[in-house]
């Protein structure tokens, strides 16, 4: 057995979290809105042909905020197809992920299904074929209350109320070649000033999210994110950042993942507070890490033209719960800049939720952390003073066998502590002490882990991969010693006097 030491102080405050950390993401891609979030005739369905089964499980999982229409579907997307009655709606070649878009949902629908999820959405524009102009239009379409073209027209269609959309993001991956209409820094950093600019003179309300490199592992990466928010610092509230894990055949490297990521924000950070200092402002820019997940991204295959064909539909091992796990422990950490982050995706397409077509729907492995952290992991971000044996990774160096985060909710006066326990050998033997909380009474320790690391959910089995209880014992003078089996996921919780 391992031993490790940590030490947390109800003073030692990082940040606050920020509700918006657990967001995810729907877009028009596969089957994530047509036979996943929407499906008229299934046996679910309500009125407006939204599965009653995939809402209940979108409100299991906290989910503060969805990002909507992509990704990069919404840089081929004219947003007033998805206006207006559904039989007049074209139906049109998808050019990003190769489908036909029958157009049958839109932002109206949407707004409406994200009160049914209780959750916001997060609208992105159209900077690829797009222009600043219909940008405007769009923020005007839904937030403007009336007496206006784009406003009536609304109203005309059914939402008397504006959807108040807060949060509005400048376009999609627009550094990368794949997107349609991709755009070097210079000249993506003037069309999402100009956007920024029209967007903000209608809705001075919203918040912004620049477009930031795709992935840490683009050429142009961290140079795009400087030259961008050269121009656009001060109109923006967030840059966006983009990060995908998988399986190399290396479990040790796939597991350390989470300091690739920690890696990555802080050189965001540093990026943007470089162009803070040039600008001689006094803002800080805060991140907004808005997709992330495990994704084995096989190249997607030429298809004949379909409606919703199944795309992106990874099955998740408990191997990548605990990877993901990791990942969503080092977003929590980073509460003090990182203030929104969109788990990509929600439904079907690279997703937590999984459904059939005409039959049910299963959580898949990945689904317990993120409904672990999103309903636990509230209040103050602590930081802990850790010191645990390390390992060696092929791509990531030194990292610690440990990730983890820990709150501390001062109104209920409740901790709750996340560990993955990346060894492969050994369990580790934690010494937790609470020392400054005054007296912390156990409330329970639910672990994620498994003999087999490759098993997953599925409908014959969805409860294959699920979290179960582990004891938790009284503790001594504020201190515990915890057992953290090799190889899982681990939440604790605790209460102490408020
Ligand atoms: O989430 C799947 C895709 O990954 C998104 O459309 C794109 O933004 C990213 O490359």
Redesign the pocket.
């Known amino acids: 057995m391992k031993q490790a030491k940590y030490i947390l102080d109800k003073d030692y405050k990082i940040g606050t979290v920020d509700p918006h950390l657990f967001g995810s ?1 729907i ?1 028009h ?1 596969g089957r994530a809105v047509y036979t996943g979030i929407y499906e008229p005739g299934h046996p679910m369905a309500d009125e407006q042909g939204f599965r009653k089964d995939v809402l209940e499980l979108v409100k299991d999982l906290q989910v503060s905020i969805v990002r909507y229409p ?5 840089s081929g997307y004219n947003w007033t197809d998805g206006i207006g009655p559904v039989k007049d709606r074209p139906r049109r070649l998808e050019l ?2 190769r489908s036909i878009e029958t157009n049958e949902i839109g932002i109206d629908e949407f707004a409406d299904w994200a009160k049914k999820a209780n959750t916001q959405v997060m609208a992105a524009v159209n900077l690829g074929t797009g222009t600043p102009a219909e940008a405007g239009y769009m923020v005007e379409y839904c937030n403007h209350p009336s007496g206006t073209y784009w406003s009536d027209l609304r109203r005309k269609n059914g939402h008397e109320q504006p959807h108040n959309i807060k949060v509005w993001c400048l376009g ?2 627009m550094d ?1 070649p ?2 349609i209409c991709h755009l070097s820094a210079e000249d993506y950093g003037k069309k999402a000033l100009e956007a920024a600019k029209i967007m903000k003179w209608i809705d001075p309300n919203i918040e912004l999210v620049a477009c930031g490199s ?2 840490s592992f683009m050429p142009t990466f961290p140079e795009w994110d400087r030259i961008v928010l050269e121009h656009v610092y001060d109109h923006v509230d967030y840059i966006s950042l ?1 990060r ?1 894990y998988e399986n190399d055949n290396d479990i040790g490297d796939f597991l350390g993942s989470f300091a690739d990521m920690d890696n990555f924000i802080h050189t965001i950070i540093s990026t943007a507070d470089y162009v803070k200092a040039k600008k001689r402002s006094k803002k800080n820019l805060m991140l907004s890490f808005d ?1 992330w ?1 495990v ?1 084995y991204q096989k190249k997607v295959k030429l298809m004949p033209w379909e409606i919703a064909p199944p795309l ?1 539909e990874d099955i998740y091992t408990l191997l990548d719960a605990l990877v993901f796990g990791g990942l969503l422990c080092t977003l929590v950490k980073n509460a003090d800049r990182v203030k929104m982050a969109c788990l ?2 929600l439904v079907n ?2 997703a937590p939720i999984y459904t059939q077509k005409g039959g049910g729907v299963i959580k898949q492995a990945i689904y317990y952390p993120f409904q672990q952290v999103s309903t636990f992991g509230q209040g103050e971000v602590l930081r802990p003073l850790v010191s645990c044996p390390t390992y060696e990774t092929k791509s990531y160096g030194e990292v610690p066998i440990m990730q983890s985060v820990a709150t501390f909710n001062r109104e209920d006066g409740s901790i709750s502590v996340f560990i993955l326990n990346c060894d492969q050998s050994d369990d580790v033997e934690v010494t937790m002490d609470f020392r400054s909380f005054g007296s912390v009474q156990p409330i329970e320790h639910i672990v994620l882990d498994g003999p087999d690391l490759f098993a997953s959910n599925s409908f014959d089995e969805p409860e294959k991969v699920k979290p179960r209880n582990a004891c938790l014992s009284a503790g001594q003078g504020g201190v515990f010693n915890i057992t953290l089996p090799k190889l899982s996921w681990n939440m604790l919780r605790f209460s102490c006097e408020k």
């Not at 992509?70 to 919404?74: H, I, M, S």
Request: no cysteine.
């Open positions: 993401f877009e891609l992509g990704g990069n579907f919404v990003a992920w999609n991956e990368g794949w997107q795709s992935t983009h995908y997709e997940n994704w992106l990509a995706q397409v690279i």
